[in-house]
């Protein structure tokens, strides 16, 4: 590949005109915008549960529990955004606007899951157990970082009248 090519590829929009217009009109954005902030509080509890266990060696019980319902909404989300990309792009996953990101969101729900299988079968000790979360965590903020580089990579594509209009709707 030239370096003109991938050059090109870098300043192509992340949508198409009829995938935004598909992104503007399913539901599923609306779901997705609704779970991400949902996800990343979930995140920052179940954080500070963990590590005040891993620090405090107290609370262990609410810190694997936080980890559990962060790896279930964790696994919704992902749920939900394939569904989101085959309305938006027309595959489940590994579209290619969003390509990293879903490798990278496969090494997160496999961190997640495997803190879940080894907490729920008593594999390591609780110390080994969170630790598996705080990798899993890392991952998390990560695979969190790019998909805020899309979304702002996205608002950056917007054309100028749709951002306009947008702020307005929102307005009302």
Known sequence: ???????????????TPEQRKRR????WTIVQGLLAPLQFLVFLVSLVLVVNYLINGTGLEAAALSVVIKTAVLLTIMVTGAIWEKVVFGQYLF?????????????????????????????GTPQQQMWIALAAYTSYVVN????????????RDEPSDSRTMNMQGALK
């Open 1 to 15: 590949m030239t370096a003109e090519k991938g050059s090109a590829r870098q300043n192509a929009p992340l949508y």
């Open 24 to 27: 503007d009109d399913t539901r």
């Open 95 to 123: 579209a290619p606007a969003f390509f990293w990101e879903d490798v990278v969101s496969f090494g997160v729900i496999a961190l997640h899951v495997g803190y879940v299988l080894c907490w729920f079968a008593g594999y």
């Open 144 to 155: 969190a970082a790019q998909f805020l580089l899309k979304l702002q990579a996205a608002r």
